[in-house]
C-alpha cells in the first residue's frame, strides 16, 4: 500500500501569514488521486481538496493544492485564527485508500 | 441536505463484535451516485479507511481488516451499517461513517464520529 508522509508534523504561524504542508507518498499517485482534509479539534474532517488540486465547497481560495507523482503540497495563504486545524492528505489512486498521519497548523 | 448519524454502543468489551450504523437522511442510500464508507481515528492517530459499500451490495475492505469487518446496506431503513468481530483494545478509536462520490475513494460528507472503547 502507498505510504503517505506529511511534514512539518505541526506549523506554528502569525495570522496573515502564509503556511505550506507537505505530502509525500511512497509511489506515485495514480492520476494525481489526492485529497486533503481539515480537522478541527472536537469535529469530523472536512474535504478541503481533491484531485490534488480541485477545492471543495465552501472553502475560499486561500487555499490551494498542487503537485503530481509522489510529491503534493497544500498552501493556505493569509492565514486566519479559524484556519486552525489539522490537516489530512489521503491518496485514493490505489487501494487500499491510505492517509497521512497529518499536520497540525497552529496560528499565533 | 444530506446528513449522516452514527449509532451503536460505546462500549464493546474484548473478543466481542462491534456493531455500528449509519442513519442516511436527506437522500437516500439507494442513489446511484454514492458509496458510503467507514473510516476510524485511534485517539491522538491518523485516520483508517474501513470499506466501503454501494447500495447494491458490493463491497471493499481495507486487507489488513477484511478478516473481521463486514459493512452491509439496508435500503428499506436508508441506512448502512458496519460490523467488526474480534474486536481488541487496538480497534478503539473514533468510528466515521462516510459519503463517497462516484469518481473516486475520497469522502465528501463526513457523520459526526462516535467514539467505540474496547475494554473490559
Known amino acids: 500500500e502507498i505510504v503517505l508522509t506529511q511534514f512539518p508534523g505541526t506549523l506554528s504561524l502569525s495570522p496573515g501569514e502564509r503556511a505550506t504542508l507537505s505530502c509525500w507518498a511512497s509511489?506515485?499517485?495514480?492520476?494525481?488521486?489526492l485529497a486533503w482534509y481539515q480537522q478541527k479539534p472536537g469535529q469530523a474532517p472536512r474535504l478541503l481538496i481533491y484531485?490534488?488540486?480541485s477545492r471543495a465547497t465552501g472553502f475560499p481560495d486561500r487555499f490551494s493544492g498542487s503537485g503530481s507523482g509522489t510529491d503534493f503540497t497544500l498552501n493556505i495563504t493569509r492565514l486566519e485564527p479559524e484556519d486552525s486545524a489539522v490537516y489530512h492528505c489521503?491518496?485514493?489512486?490505489?487501494?487500499?485508500?491510505?492517509f497521512g498521519r497529518g499536520t497540525t497548523v497552529e496560528i499565533k | 441536505q444530506l446528513q449522516l448519524q452514527e449509532s451503536g454502543p460505546g462500549l464493546v468489551k474484548p473478543s466481542e463484535t462491534l456493531s455500528l450504523t449509519c442513519t442516511v437522511s436527506g437522500d437516500s442510500v439507494s442513489n446511484i451516485n454514492y458509496y458510503w464508507g467507514w473510516i476510524r481515528q485511534p485517539p491522538g492517530k491518523g485516520l483508517e479507511w474501513i470499506g466501503s459499500?454501494?447500495?447494491?451490495?458490493?463491497?471493499y475492505y481495507y486487507p489488513s481488516l477484511e478478516s473481521r469487518v463486514t459493512i452491509s446496506v439496508d435500503t428499506s431503513k436508508n441506512q448502512f451499517s458496519l460490523r467488526l468481530n474480534s474486536v481488541t483494545a487496538a480497534d478503539t478509536a473514533v468510528y466515521y461513517c462516510?459519503?463517497?462520490?462516484?469518481?473516486?475513494?475520497?469522502?465528501?460528507?463526513w457523520g459526526q464520529g462516535t467514539l467505540v472503547t474496547v475494554s473490559s
Open positions: 489521503q491518496q485514493y489512486g490505489s487501494s487500499p485508500p491510505t
Open positions: 484531485g490534488a488540486s
Open positions: 462516510a459519503k463517497l462520490p462516484l469518481d473516486g475513494d475520497y469522502v465528501d460528507l
Open positions: 459499500i454501494y447500495y447494491t451490495g458490493g463491497t
Open positions: 509511489q506515485s499517485v495514480s492520476s494525481n488521486y
